[in-house]
């Protein structure tokens, strides 16, 4: 199991279940699955990101190495972005992750490295 705190790029994972938004099942990338870790970074700042800027603002940092991984921006691709950021509750423990996902739209699986499928 992995989430936004041990999550290393490369990392090839599941869709979480619905009651574990912030946790998910790792697999090998050449297994079946919905997603791939293409970035993770700490968030700087002290206190709890507050305010749709700050959430976008973090979650748009998720775009260029989409574009990386995908080798196409996220408008063309068929993939989509998904970002893992810490929750109010996760924040107190001192969570300070956000990891950038890319995935299937839907819930179908894809083996092997997304890099170049965008």
Not at 18 to 47: H, K
Not at 102 to 108: A, N
Request: aromatic residues 6%.
């Amino acid at each position: 199991m992995a989430d936004a705190e041990t999550m290393k790029v490369g990392d090839c994972l599941d869709e979480p279940d619905e009651e574990e938004l912030q946790s998910f099942q790792t697999r090998p990338c050449s297994d079946p699955r919905q997603l791939e870790v293409c970035q993770a970074f700490p968030i700087e700042q002290g206190s709890f990101p507050a305010g749709d800027a700050a959430w976008e603002s973090l979650t748009g940092a998720c775009l260029p190495p989409f574009g990386e991984i995908t080798g196409t921006t996220r408008e063309d691709s068929s993939l989509e972005s998904h970002p893992v950021t810490p929750t109010r509750e996760s924040w107190a423990f001192g969570h300070r992750t956000v990891s950038c996902l890319v995935g299937q739209p839907t819930p179908e699986s894809v083996a092997g490295s997304l890099p170049g499928k965008g």
